[in-house]
């Protein structure tokens, strides 16, 4: 298996005012270890957008023991961890010392840049990834799409601004999470902490947008469950779907 790994400073600004990292930090953190391997293995955004392609993100999975928090050092590793159709799978582990904390597998689609329509993964990903590969995922995707609730009791509206757009000039995947988790209420954030989240990435969010973040929330034993959707303004369109799961602080 190909890995890399990095030690983290939980730094005050990736977390929340009970200096708890952040979810949508840690997906920036997911981001930044991530395109350093890319670039180690030579399948980086500028090598790809030399064939006229870039990565585009569609799943992601996250499981959470606890998050750390404000002045601790963890180590984040992650790996390309298989080949499933058109997708690219990556996975990440977040370490205290020898203890995983936290877990996420990832699903990538390489786009093609004009059409902005999946292709076939070019040869230099197939290729890295018949040797990184030496056990089973451990982290399934689940979340499905057509059996989301129909009702969403809270909407949030959010603007695209300039410092959400990433590279392929579009809104980053780590400010979905932020507009997913911000559809919740203070009361709740403040009260309850996630320990799982999915998300589908459906269709891109463009410049100067505005969407709407719905959430539904029901009661799963001892924890919460909420189901999450961002649509554009007019309603008829999702761009992308989700799953949290909470626990009373």
Not at 50 to 78: A, F, S
């Given at each position: ?123 230099c ?25 129909t009702?969403?009791e ?5 603007t695209?601004t ?19 988790t ?25 410049p ?42």
């Amino acid at each position: 298996m190909v890995k890399y790994s990095e030690k983290i400073d939980i730094r005050g600004h990736y977390t929340d005012l009970e200096g708890r990292l952040i979810v949508k930090s840690l997906c920036d953190l997911f981001n930044d270890v991530a395109n350093v391997q890319t670039y180690a293995l030579k399948i980086d955004v500028p090598t790809l957008n030399e064939q006229g392609l870039t990565w585009m993100l569609h799943k992601l999975h996250i499981l959470i023991d606890r998050m750390p928090e404000q002045g601790e050092k963890v180590t984040l590793e992650t790996w390309p961890s298989g080949i499933d159709r058109l997708f690219a799978i990556r996975d990440f582990r977040m370490l205290d010392g020898e203890e995983v904390i936290l877990r996420a597998t990832s699903e990538w689609m390489v786009i093609d840049l004009n059409r902005r329509r999946p292709v076939r993964l070019p040869a230099c990903v197939t290729e890295t990834a018949a040797f990184c590969v030496d056990g089973i995922r451990e982290i399934p995707f689940e979340l499905d799409t057509k059996k989301m609730p129909t009702d969403f009791e809270s909407t949030r509206r959010f603007t695209a601004t300039y410092d959400n757009i990433d590279f392929n000039k579009h809104v980053t995947q780590a400010t979905y999470v932020r507009w997913v988790t911000n559809s919740l209420s203070y009361d709740f954030l403040k009260d309850h902490e996630i320990t799982e989240l999915e998300i589908i990435y459906e269709h891109e969010v463009l410049p100067d947008s505005v969407v709407c973040a719905g959430c539904h929330v029901e009661e799963a034993g001892n924890r919460v469950k909420v189901y999450h959707q961002v649509k554009n303004e007019s309603l008829d369109k999702t761009h992308c779907f989700a799953v949290s799961y909470w626990k009373k602080r």
